[in-house]
């Protein structure tokens, strides 16, 4: 393949820097003085695939802010600023507003099958583009090259299915209480809709809410992460490529809580769907009340990992292993504690440490990466505080425990042995290499630990026993259970929290009720 080729060609060049050239260029890209020959060499091809957009989209027109203001966009394994994108605020949003609010009357009066064409095209283009794609996403936010091309192929299934389900939005017809009535209940598009969107999925989470708002006959404004907003604009350009209509889908980025208003103060704008912490999704929700906006969000997890004693340890290995490291740690359905019962305890955690000590820290754009950078000097920070926490209350490091030898935000898959419930590493999500093992007597303790908490959305458990999957897994208040699998998102079932982990349900046959109205028609005098 001929990315493998260029990304070992890339890592035998190790860290050597382009010196000189240092100058912004008319389309917003900078060349760093310190971009590493690797990134600069990824960057080269992403533009000449016609992918490296720093502007927004507003009714199909890319869109540099209205007073110019740029922000950097930052690669979190080196520090080199990729681009400079445009950094937009109120006005920006509402001409997003307005232009998708236009659009809405001409795309949603489309046949089923007109919406469903346009989308198939864009899952077809997403795909033919995926490795520029991925680049873009491990050059942004540091995840490795194959986790990246993992996400591509994720966030593409949602284009793919939701594609299919479009034909699909069936209405009712209700028998009638009066012999000369019908009754029926058609499904018809929100409207407008608002997509919030964070930096960790930088493809997925926009294509997760893009995909089904789109085939219900909605439009869109999308505000991605101000740390990930290219990957999202390369898709934005897909999108307008596979002929979605200028102003279905726009993209706004920049002044995070300025935008956030304009969506919410609008009355053309009939839903808000956020991914993103718990904290800006309350606001997002408590600001929806004024113009009794639909809301779904999908906030922060506390996800435990429950390992009984009758698991199959080297499926709990795997799977508990999978479901902490993924993207360093910095997922909302990441283990946050692993729960191990006592009998299990010890071999599990030697066996557990053996797995961790063989990931692989660096650069993403090496392929013998499994651990890239945190997002940035903040998460890396949060980190540290949870572990001074828990080792100030008893807990003991067992592995790592302290920033990576590589700088930056690099930090060691780490290994922190008997956590308490009274320790932050137990209570918040560290979002990071950090996993807590916390030991526990009967099932019942471990059901009540693993309750004890805001958070409601993902769980795992691993137990060689049907009974207890099934007792187990109906006792966790979550909306996502894994048993004996540690990785099961998938555009196919429905995905999302309960309790404070947020509202609605994304992806699947369930995901497309986020963005419809129910109508209900009564057809009197008929005899
Ligand atoms: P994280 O800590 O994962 O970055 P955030 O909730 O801060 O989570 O960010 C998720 C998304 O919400 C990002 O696109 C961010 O810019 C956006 N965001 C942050 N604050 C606001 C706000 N006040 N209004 C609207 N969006 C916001």
Redesign the pocket.
């Given at each position: 393949m001929a990315m493998a080729m260029a990304m070992r060609r890339a890592a035998a060049l190790g860290a050597r820097h382009i010196l000189g050239a240092s100058s912004s260029s008319s389309s917003g890209i900078l060349r760093s003085r310190h971009m590493s020959v690797d990134a600069a060499a990824a960057l080269e091809r992403i533009r000449a695939a016609g992918l490296l957009r720093t502007q927004g989209l507003i009714g199909g027109k890319w869109i540099d802010a209205y007073d110019g203001k740029t922000i950097e966009v930052e690669n979190p394994a080196t520090g080199e600023i990729l681009a400079n994108v445009s950094c937009m605020g109120s006005r920006e949003t509402s001409d997003a507003i307005a232009s998708a609010h236009t659009t809405f009357y001409s795309w949603s009066k489309l046949t089923a099958s007109e919406r469903s064409k346009a989308l198939r095209k864009w899952y077809d283009l997403i795909i033919s583009n995926k490795e520029e794609l991925a680049l873009l996403m491990t050059l942004e936010q540091g995840k490795p090259i194959k986790e990246a091309l993992g996400e591509v192929n994720y966030g593409a299934s949602f284009i793919e299915y939701f594609a299919e389900e479009a034909k699909r939005i069936y209405g009712d017809i209700i028998p009638p209480t009066l012999s000369d009535r019908r009754l029926l209940v058609l499904k018809q598009p929100v409207g407008v809709v608002g997509a919030?969107?964070?930096?960790?999925f930088p493809l997925a989470m926009i294509t997760r809410k893009v995909g089904p708002a789109l085939a219900c006959g909605c439009t869109v404004v999308v505000?991605?992460?101000?740390?990930t907003p290219l990957t999202a604009l390369a898709a934005a350009d897909l999108a307008l490529q596979a002929g979605i209509p200028a102003g279905a889908l726009n993209v706004v980025?920049g002044n995070?809580?300025e935008?956030?208003?304009a969506?919410?103060q609008s009355t053309q704008v009939r839903k808000i769907t956020?991914?993103?912490?718990t904290?800006?999704?309350k606001?997002?929700m408590a600001?929806s009340a004024d113009t009794v906006k639909k809301v779904s969000l999908e906030l922060g997890g506390n996800a435990p990992c429950i390992v009984f004693d009758d698991a199959d340890i080297d499926v709990a290995i795997k799977g508990s292993l999978a479901a902490k490291f993924r993207n360093s740690g910095q997922t909302c359905v990441c283990a946050n504690r692993i729960l191990v019962q006592e009998g299990i305890y010890e071999k599990f955690a030697s066996a557990f440490i053996k797995a961790v000590q063989s990931l692989q820290v660096g650069n993403g754009l090496e392929e013998s990466t499994s651990q890239g950078p945190l997002?940035n000097e903040a998460a890396v920070q949060k980190v540290e505080k949870f572990i001074k926490d828990a080792t100030s209350k008893g807990a003991h490091i067992m592995l790592g425990g302290k920033r990576h030898s590589l700088g930056m935000t690099f930090y060691e898959p780490t290994v922190v042995g008997n956590v308490s419930n009274d320790m932050l590493l137990f209570r918040e999500e560290a979002?990071g290499p950090v996993a807590p093992l916390v030991p526990f007597k009967t099932e019942e303790d471990a059901i009540h630990m693993a309750n004890d908490t805001n958070a409601g959305l993902a769980a795992y458990i691993f137990t060689k026993s049907i009974p207890r999957s099934w007792r187990v897994s109906e006792a966790l208040e979550y909306g996502l259970v894994g048993v004996n699998e540690g990785l099961i998102s998938t555009e196919v079932a429905p995905f999302g929290g309960v309790k404070q982990s947020g509202l609605g349900r994304e992806g699947s046959k369930y995901g497309v009720d986020e963005y419809l109205e129910l109508k209900y028609i009564c057809m009197g005098n008929l005899n």
């Open positions: 919030i969107t964070p930096w960790n505000k991605p992460s101000e740390f980025m995070a809580p935008i956030g208003d969506l919410l956020f991914t993103g912490s904290a800006v999704g606001k997002l600001g997002i979002f």
